[in-house]
């Protein structure tokens, strides 16, 4: 059950990079997104102003444009760590198995 549970979150993670492989419009989409990430991250830091424009770009050239790939998987890590979707996953599966098997909960 544990390697089940495993299997699904490791799939959870790796979601994004197989969407980008099937449909290509969607690595445009992915990084749309990630741009506009990188922008509220640094306009948080420095404010509205050129610097935040600046370091906008430079931090789109090297992360979306030369490490996409890498990006998207740490961005997309960092979105279901933070949305505790591990946790409301592994519960879910737990319990529906449970029932499953005929063990009440």
Do not use: C
């Amino acid at each position: 059950m544990l390697m089940a549970w495993l299997l699904l979150i490791g799939g959870l993670f790796v979601l994004p990079l197989f969407l980008g492989v099937v449909v290509p419009e969607i690595k445009l989409l992915i990084g749309i997104i990630l741009v506009l990430s990188i922008y509220s991250v640094v306009r948080q830091f420095f404010g509205d102003g050129i610097v935040t424009i600046i370091l906008t770009l430079v931090g789109a050239y090297y992360l979306v444009y030369r490490h996409f790939w890498v990006t998207t998987t740490l961005w997309w890590m960092n979105i279901v760590l933070g949305t505790m979707a591990f946790s409301a996953l592994g519960w879910t599966f737990i319990v529906v198995s449970k029932f499953f098997r005929g063990k009440r909960v």
